[in-house]
């Protein structure tokens, strides 16, 4: 069949027979910046390092979908479908994200400053541990007055300066148990478990 993928300011941009959108968008994928694919059905698509900054990709269909190492950043993904998709190394910097489904994704060192994950289900979602912008977000959906005064200082120094788990560690070694305890209960517990391991391995040296 023919398929046609136009740009954001509806200017043609691929045209061609395909036997289906999405096997157009794997064959055109490293050359897919700005391109206009909202409400698309790509789920389980190979996007593997694929070139789609600047698209828009909004209530679009990627569950399953494997977009290590794409280059997404300031792509609309605002709705779009993303649960159990491959998000590792990705760069999603600037990425509208608000509403999106990321359950169970993995974004492992995958980019995230600056993108918009207001709405977003960020349910079971696997590879985060490192990732300040995960870390803001997930505190900024709690109660405030879940952590002290002292651990919003800890925590505004850590977001601020993207600080390492070495700096932390050293800075706040008996002050961060419990802002990652109740991340934890929110769901969140990579920060947690790796904090365990940290101290653990710290107290057998």
Same mark, same amino acid.
């Given at each position: 069949?023919?398929?046609?993928?136009? #740009?954001? %300011?509806? +200017?043609? &941009? /691929?045209?061609?027979?395909?036997?289906?959108?999405?096997?157009? /968008?794997?064959?055109?994928?490293?050359?897919?910046?700005?391109?206009?694919?909202?409400? +698309?059905?790509?789920?389980?698509?190979?996007?593997?390092?694929?070139?789609?900054?600047?698209?828009?990709?909004? *209530?679009?269909?990627?569950? #399953?979908?494997?977009?290590? #190492?794409?280059?997404?950043?300031?792509? %609309?993904?605002?709705?779009?479908?993303?649960?159990?998709?491959?998000?590792?190394?990705?760069?999603?910097?600037? +990425?509208?994200?608000?509403?999106?489904?990321?359950?169970?994704?993995?974004?492992?060192?995958?980019?995230?400053?600056?993108?918009?994950?207001? *709405?977003?289900?960020?349910?079971?979602?696997?590879?985060?541990?490192?990732?300040?912008?995960? &870390?803001?977000?997930? /505190?900024?959906?709690?109660?405030?007055?879940? &952590?002290?005064?002292? *651990?919003?200082?800890?925590?505004?120094?850590?977001?601020?300066?993207?600080?390492?788990?070495?700096?932390?560690?050293?800075?706040?070694?008996?002050?961060?148990?419990? +802002? &990652?305890?109740?991340?934890?209960?929110?769901?969140?517990?990579?920060?947690?478990?790796?904090?365990?391991?940290?101290?653990?391995?710290? *107290?057998?040296?």
């Amino acid at each position: 069949m023919e398929i046609v993928i136009n #740009r954001r %300011d509806g +200017t043609e &941009f /691929v045209r061609g027979d395909y036997p289906s959108l999405k096997a157009c /968008v794997e064959a055109h994928k490293d050359h897919l910046e700005g391109a206009s694919l909202r409400w +698309t059905n790509l789920s389980e698509a190979n996007l593997y390092g694929a070139k789609l900054s600047g698209a828009n990709l909004s *209530e679009a269909n990627l569950c #399953r979908s494997n977009l290590s #190492r794409a280059n997404l950043c300031w792509a %609309d993904l605002s709705g779009a479908k993303l649960s159990r998709s491959n998000l590792c190394w990705a760069d999603l910097s600037g +990425t509208k994200l608000s509403r999106s489904n990321l359950s169970e994704a993995y974004l492992i060192r995958s980019n995230l400053s600056g993108a918009n994950l207001s *709405e977003a289900n960020l349910a079971e979602i696997h590879g985060y541990r490192d990732s300040h912008a995960l &870390f803001a977000e997930a /505190v900024c959906r709690q109660n405030p007055s879940s &952590f002290s005064e002292l *651990e919003w200082a800890a925590i505004g120094q850590i977001i601020t300066h993207s600080l390492c788990w070495d700096t932390i560690k050293q800075c706040w070694p008996s002050r961060m148990g419990h +802002t &990652f305890d109740v991340l934890a209960e929110a769901g969140f517990v990579e920060w947690r478990d790796h904090w365990l391991q940290i101290l653990d391995k710290k *107290e057998k040296e």
